[in-house]
T-cell receptor, first 112, second 112 residues
Framework: DQQVKQNSPSLSVQEGRISILNCDYT??????FLWYKKYPAEGPTFLIS?????DKNEDGRFTVFLNKSAKHLSLHIVPSQPGDSAVYFC???????????FGTGTRLKVLA | DVKVTQSSRYLVKRTGEKVFLECVQD?????MFWYRQDPGLGLRLIYF???????EKGDIPEGYSVSREKKERFSLILESASTNQTSMYLC???????????FGSGTRLTIV
């Protein structure tokens, strides 16, 4: 049973526009969420995080929104750049645990 | 910066072989993890360790074991390799859960 779901396997966006990547989860006990970016043949790199006590966190061009009632997380990238083309994973954990559960990933392609 | 080093980028092994994947981190992190990444399935946790000689099963431990004799090194062992273990294997470490993970570059393992 997939507790963290990314229902869009791929997304294409024009350079300069907004990219919105979505993530849904089923476990209401999740209290901390991360987004990772992964280029081919490299390990994932941490992008941004959000705690369940917040509904928004911003870091430069990247903003993560959390809607706890809907169990929904989204990552906004504004403006999108060709170098943002990668696979994006969301991940979640419950309080007191060390392990994160990852989604299946969304491949973002930013077109120049 | 924390560095997580996986000993091989690409590996080809035969069915039935015992395979060792090595991972070393250089920042004294307590927690280390092994994931595999497969298309459409995202990152799935195989095993993790929160201290030397301590280990816990993840979501898909069958066919694998791990060893953590020293804090900096976490090895994944495929006891008798099978073709369904062909995958990208990712090692990660973390200091605290809210800091997320630092991943290695991955090992692309092919079992023939």
């Amino acid at each position: 049973d997939q507790q963290v779901k990314q229902n869009s396997p791929s997304l294409s966006v024009q350079e300069g526009r907004i990219s919105i990547l979505n993530c849904d989860y089923t476990n209401s006990m999740f209290d901390y969420f991360l987004w990772y970016k992964k280029y081919p043949a490299e390990g994932p790199t941490f992008l941004i995080s959000i705690s369940s006590i917040k509904d928004k966190n911003e870091d430069g061009r990247f903003t993560v929104f959390l809607n706890k009632s809907a169990k929904h997380l989204s990552l906004h990238i504004v403006p999108s750049q060709p170098g943002d083309s990668a696979v994006y994973f969301c991940a979640a954990r419950t309080s007191g645990t060390y392990k994160y559960i990852f989604g299946t990933g969304t491949r973002l392609k930013v077109l120049a | 910066d924390v560095k997580v080093t996986q000993s091989s980028r690409y590996l080809v092994k035969r069915t039935g072989e015992k395979v060792f994947l090595e991972c070393v981190q250089d920042m004294d992190h307590e927690n280390m993890f092994w994931y595999r990444q497969d298309p459409g399935l995202g990152l799935r946790l195989i095993y993790f360790s929160y201290d030397v000689k301590m280990k816990e099963k993840g979501d898909i431990p069958e066919g694998y074991s791990v060893s953590r004799e020293k804090k900096e090194r976490f090895s994944l062992i495929l006891e008798s390799a099978s073709t369904n273990q062909t995958s990208m294997y990712l090692c990660a470490s973390s200091l605290q859960p809210n800091y997320g993970y630092t991943f290695g570059s991955g090992t692309r393992l092919t079992i023939v």
